[in-house]
């Protein structure tokens, strides 16, 4: 299951991680808000074999409508409160049918709690960062950044 942060620059990079493992023979259950899953669908080439084999779910994020989503702290809200319930339900539903079961979490490190799910249900798990390798190691620096005096508690540079 491949869980990414609904906004684009997250979705597209874990979905092109996706065709990558079904390349590899891997099944991927993509989970995604109704909206971004409306987007992709539609940008989907028709017929793309790769694509196909890729089962692509959606779950609410419990916003209403593109307005309320738009709004400064409203979507990120939605992604703590709303969408863990969903996802744990999701995982449930599948692992509790007659189907294949759900053998790997996915995540977009920025939702740890999806990983935090699936360590619960004894899923094995993996964080996965769509920024670049650059800015993964400068935010897992901030703390030597600031012990060493080049920046401050604000981020602010400190001049010498």
């Avoid at 994020?61 to 409160?81: C, I, N, Q």
């Avoid at 950044?145 to 401050?152: A, H, K, R, T």
Wanted: hydrophobic fraction near 40%; charged fraction near 25%; aromatic fraction near 4%.
């Amino acid at each position: 299951m491949v869980v990414p942060y609904p906004a684009q620059g997250h979705v597209i990079p874990l979905m092109e991680l996706s065709m990558l493992l079904v390349k590899q023979g891997i099944k991927v259950t993509f989970v995604n808000t109704k909206e971004n899953h409306d987007r992709i669908k539609r940008a989907l080439p028709c017929g793309d074999g790769l694509l196909s084999q890729i089962c692509l779910v959606w779950i609410s994020d419990g916003l209403e409508s593109s307005e309320e989503r738009k709004r400064p702290g409203k979507s990120s809200g939605a992604v703590l409160k709303v969408m863990p319930e969903k996802v744990e339900e999701l995982i449930e539903c599948i692992n509790g049918s007659d189907s294949e079961k759900i053998t790997c979490v996915l995540a977009d490190q920025s939702i740890g709690w999806a990983l935090d799910i699936a360590e619960e249900k004894g899923i094995r798990r993996a964080a996965f960062c769509p920024a670049s390798a650059a800015q993964l190691v400068l935010g897992l620096s901030i703390t030597k950044l600031i012990e060493y005096g080049i920046i401050d508690k604000d981020g602010e540079f400190i001049l010498l």
